[in-house]
Nanobody, 108 residues
Framework: VQLQACGGGSVQAGGSLRLSCEAS????????MGWYRQVPGQEREMVAA?????STSYAAFVKGRFTISRDKMTAWLQMTNLTPEDTAVYYC?????WGQGTEVTVSS
């Protein structure tokens, strides 16, 4: 599966963004998928995941602010009440394949 992530941008604290990840040559209903993020100099960390059957899981730091969803070929990460600590490059992953990342910057 090949992935294309987009939707990042710059917002002020408290704002919202919706990231999307489109799959080609595969399906999220077969593989499931996840969103990760990485700050330069730090390890990549899991943000949210959704299984092929639709079960979701979130990192503790999400605290109800983010929602992961998907259909067959597209996945989304709806992010609300963003804080500067959410600033990172966000990646989608499925079947061991990573998208190219989309940058999110949250200013205070």
């Amino acid at each position: 599966v090949q992935l294309q992530a987009c939707g990042g941008g710059s917002v002020q604290a408290g704002g919202s963004l919706r990231l999307s990840c489109e799959a080609s040559r595969g399906s999220f209903t077969i593989y499931g998928m996840g969103w990760y993020r990485q700050v330069p100099g730090q390890e990549r960390e899991m943000v949210a995941a959704i299984t092929s059957s639709g079960s979701t899981s979130y990192a503790a730091f999400v605290k109800g602010r983010f929602t992961i969803s998907r259909d067959k070929m597209t996945a989304w990460l709806q992010m609300t009440n963003l804080t500067p600590e959410d600033t990172a490059v966000y990646y989608c992953v499925a079947a061991g394949n990573w998208g190219q990342g989309t940058e999110v910057t949250v200013s205070s």
